[in-house]
Every structure is written in C-alpha cells, then in structure tokens.
C-alpha cells in the first residue's frame, strides 16, 4: 500500500506563493512510489474535486489545469518519495483543499489510486 502525506498548506495574501509537498511511502506489490504517475487535485467548499496538475514518473512530462497554467509548477524528486507543487501569484480562487494522488497519467480523479488526506490552502484577498 502507498501512503500520501500532503503538507506546506496555509494562509497567503493574494499575489502570494506556497509550495506544497507529498511524501509518499510504502509500496505495493512490484511497484513503488517513483513508478507511478502524481497528480494534485483540489476542492472548495460546495464544489466538486478539480483537477490542477500530474506529472508522469520520471518527471519528463507534466499536464496542468488552464487556470493554473503559468502560476504552479509540478515537479518530484524519486529519490526522496517527493512531489511537490509550487504555487505563485495566488488568488482568492485558489483557496481549496489540495490532494495529492497517484497512479496512471490523466487529469481523472478516478485513475488515480492512492490519494492523501489533503492539506488546506487559503488565499486572502
């Protein structure tokens, strides 16, 4: 089994920046952390979970959300179990609780198998 611990949430000013970080540990049967692909995904209050971006195992290829597109990176470093996502310019929009999860390469929250517990961000105006 993989575990996913999300943390680097809290409270910014609009204009900000954080960096989110997810550690992962454990492993499942032939397969380990670094092999899968990891996704963040967030949700606000009263909206559904949207995707903002994955980042395929080796790092090569990563997909972002259009309205992140420019403001977040994602990157991982195999070595530690680590994704991170560094968010700039943040905006009162972006306020959510952000997941990390991971599994196949694809913006759907379903291909994706192992999620952690989620980490609150929020940005003031």
């Known amino acids: 089994q993989v575990q996913l611990v999300e943390s680097g949430g809290g409270l910014v000013q609009a204009g900000g920046s954080l960096r989110l970080s997810c550690a992962a540990s454990?492993?499942?049967?032939?397969?380990?952390?670094?092999?899968?692909?990891t996704a963040w995904f967030r949700q606000a209050p009263g909206k559904e979970r949207e995707f903002v971006a994955t980042i395929t195992w080796s790092g090569d290829s990563t997909y972002y959300a259009d309205s992140v597109k420019g403001r977040f990176t994602i990157s991982r470093d195999n070595a530690k179990n680590t994704v991170y996502l560094q968010m700039n310019s943040l905006q009162p929009e972006d306020t959510a609780v952000y997941y990390c999860?991971?599994?196949?390469?694809?913006?759907?929250?379903?291909?994706?198998?192992?999620w952690g517990q989620g980490t609150q961000v929020t940005v003031s105006s």
């Open positions: 999860a991971a599994g196949a390469y694809s913006i759907t929250s379903t291909r994706y198998d192992y």
């Open positions: 454990g492993r499942t049967t032939g397969r380990t952390f670094s092999s899968y692909a």
